[in-house]
């Protein structure tokens, strides 16, 4: 019941990423046929297959991907598995435009699920960094001091 409701949630989202990229797409306005040909793209765009592919990728592998995602979160961080399982399918949309192929998309979407997690850390931390202010913990230190001294 929960995970068809999180599978749910993950196709809303993931279609509206869709459907985002195909906007951005269409403001851009057709690109010249020197840069199509030169990119390797047909004269007419068709993600048509890709699509077919991550939906089927979708349906069979969105609960290991989910599954993976949340097994690599910190404890009390599970609110994040639902954004994170998310923006590796978005990621693994992104893959399939570029013309990659995959052999086994088992192994390439638990490796972007643990990358997606790791990369939410590695920032979050450099975030937090900036972000501290050590005199607010001044007068903490001040007491383990004391304390330290008192014992000693």
Do not use: C, K
């Not at 279609?15 to 840069?35: K, V, Y």
């Not at 390439?108 to 997690?117: E, Y």
């Amino acid at each position: 019941m929960v995970s068809e409701q999180v599978s749910r949630r993950l196709r809303a989202g993931l279609a509206e990423e869709i459907e985002r990229q195909e906007r951005e797409d269409n403001e851009r306005g057709p690109e010249p046929e020197a840069l199509r040909l030169a990119r390797g793209l047909s004269a007419r765009r068709s993600d048509g297959p890709a699509r077919e592919l991550l939906d089927s990728w979708f349906r069979e592998y969105a609960p290991m991907v989910r599954r993976v995602v949340a097994r690599n979160v910190r404890f009390g961080d599970e609110h994040l598995a639902d954004d994170l399982a998310q923006d590796v399918w978005v990621e693994a949309w992104q893959y399939l435009l570029r013309g990659n192929t995959v052999v086994r998309p088992a192994g390439l979407l638990a490796r972007m699920a643990r990358s997606r997690v790791a990369a939410h850390y590695r920032s979050a931390w450099v975030r937090r960094e900036q972000a501290m202010d050590f005199q607010d913990y001044e007068p903490a230190v001040d007491r383990l001091v004391s304390w330290i001294g008192a014992a000693a």
